[in-house]
């Protein structure tokens, strides 16, 4: 049921320093986007006594790339603007087919990538590709400044390690080595609705043999989650058909899927599996060309 949303205080802060000095509680909310906290707060999941705004702060609009730093995106950077950035469909496919399975152009050009991570939803669609590009996520608080990497973010359903005094400004995303290609797949029931499943691998080949693998889920645990023995599976190996249906079942074995009304859990565990071969065999692809 959608309700009104309950009066709270509402500040447009011009910098990040004025956004700390405002932090001070578990109902302080900073707004980027604001898909998720509207909706929230009209459903009454959670309480809000102050919002920051941050959308009057200059330079955390950005979207960069240079060749020695990769990508980087600033906190207000929208999912429209990543996708459209010439670099992130030639160089980090998986992040680009990320964004790019999320339909609604209205979502993406209301919703900034940073604000989807900072929710903590395991069905996010650019969680996986972050976690197997290496990404890392830039935190500024009252205590200094920290980067962290993307996988040490995620605690638990719906929370992140981020302090109530505490904001991300940035995520970056380093450059990829020669040999190097990645992918993304989604399985949903509609087009338009979350996740299911879903899957991002990247691989580093040299010669035919995997240098390097690295394979993150989605919707099929608290967190979204690395398939650490699946990377290993395949390491130093030509991956062949067998040797992905192996790493496949071992990614497999990974989750801890939930049953709901979008799907069962034992479903979701077999799914895996094809997604993660899917995944595979088109990263590969990527990588040899």
Same mark, same amino acid.
């Given at each position: 049921m959608h309700r009104v949303l309950l009066p709270f205080e509402f500040f447009e802060p011009t910098t990040v320093n004025e956004v700390l000095e405002l932090l001070d509680g578990e109902k302080t909310k900073v707004l980027a986007g604001g898909l998720d906290l509207v909706l929230d707060s009209r459903l009454r999941k959670i309480g809000l006594n102050k919002v920051i705004s941050?959308?009057?702060? !200059?330079?955390?609009?950005?979207?960069k790339y240079d060749p020695e730093n990769g990508l980087s995106f600033g906190a207000m950077a929208t999912m429209r603007q990543i996708e459209q950035f010439p670099a992130v469909k030639k160089k980090w496919?998986?992040?680009?087919?990320?964004?790019?399975?999320?339909?609604?152009?209205?979502?993406?050009?209301?919703?900034?990538?940073?604000?989807?991570?900072?929710?903590?939803?395991?069905?996010?669609?650019?969680?996986?590709?972050?976690?197997?590009?290496?990404?890392?996520?830039?935190i500024i608080g009252?205590?200094?400044?920290?980067?962290?990497?993307?996988?040490?973010?995620?605690?638990?359903?719906?929370?992140?390690?981020?302090?109530?005094?505490?904001?991300?400004?940035?995520?970056?995303? !380093?450059?990829?080595?020669?040999?190097?290609?990645?992918a993304f797949m989604k399985l949903g029931k509609?087009?338009?609705?979350?996740?299911?499943?879903?899957?991002?691998?990247?691989?580093?080949? *040299?010669?035919?043999?995997?240098?390097?693998?690295?394979?993150?889920?989605?919707?099929?645990?608290?967190?979204?989650?690395?398939?650490?023995?699946?990377?290993?599976?395949? *390491?130093?190996?030509?991956?062949?058909?067998?040797?992905?249906e192996k790493a496949a079942e071992a990614a497999a074995e990974r989750v801890k899927p939930i049953t709901d009304v979008r799907s069962t859990a034992q479903y979701r565990k077999e799914m895996v599996k094809v997604l993660v071969r899917d995944s595979f065999k088109l990263a590969i692809a990527r990588a040899s060309e």
């Open positions: 941050l959308q009057k702060i !200059p330079d955390l609009d950005y979207v496919q998986s992040l680009y087919e990320g964004i790019h399975t999320i339909v609604s152009v209205q979502t993406k050009i209301m919703g900034t990538a940073v604000g989807n991570i900072c929710v903590g939803t395991p069905v996010s669609d650019i969680a996986p590709p972050l976690f197997t590009l290496g990404a890392k996520v830039k009252k205590n200094g400044e920290k980067t962290v990497p993307i996988e040490s973010f995620f605690v638990d359903l719906g929370k992140t390690i981020l302090e109530p005094h505490e904001i991300v400004t940035e995520i970056s995303v !380093p450059e990829q080595a020669t040999g190097t290609g990645s509609t087009a338009e609705d979350i996740a299911k499943i879903n899957v991002a691998v990247t691989v580093n080949l *040299k010669d035919g043999i995997c240098q390097k693998a690295k394979i993150a889920l989605g919707a099929v645990a608290a967190t979204p989650i690395r398939a650490t023995e699946a990377e290993e599976a395949v *390491k130093g190996l030509e991956l062949d058909d067998r040797c992905i």
